[in-house]
């Protein structure tokens, strides 16, 4: 059921808030999902808390927000809530795949392999 609400909830916010056609907002959702993975890993081994929605997504967030705050600090840039909701919104991908079964590793070395291909490119 939170699944189907989850790719619902892209459709629906695809169109209100941002493009996944440009390349740094593709790389916020990756880095989410990376974080928002490894806060699950840490979560299921150390931590124990039991929502797990909240561990990513707030991972996720947190990221997010303080690389905005980064980015805000530099000549010429602003703080992009956009792009911070869209690291969030990666946490929350991440714990979906996480909630059927994805493995975490998989989830990890999709977003990181797909961050550093876009990197690469860009140089």
Not at 7 to 19: E, I, R
Not at 67 to 79: C, L, V
Request: with cysteine.
């Amino acid at each position: 059921m939170l699944i189907c609400v989850f790719v619902g909830f892209l459709g629906v916010s695809q169109a209100q808030f941002y493009d996944l056609k440009k390349a740094d907002d593709t790389l916020h959702l990756s880095a989410g999902a990376f974080i928002g993975t490894g806060a699950l890993v840490f979560n299921e081994n150390i931590a124990k808390i039991d929502c797990k929605i909240c561990v990513a997504t707030a991972s996720a967030l947190v990221a997010g927000a303080v690389k905005e705050w980064y980015d805000s600090a530099q000549p010429g840039n602003r703080f992009d809530t956009n792009e911070m909701l869209i690291t969030g919104l990666g946490g929350v991908l991440a714990w979906a795949l996480y909630e059927i079964g994805v493995p975490p590793y998989l989830t990890m070395g999709v977003s990181l392999g797909y961050i550093g291909f876009k990197m690469a490119v860009r140089l």
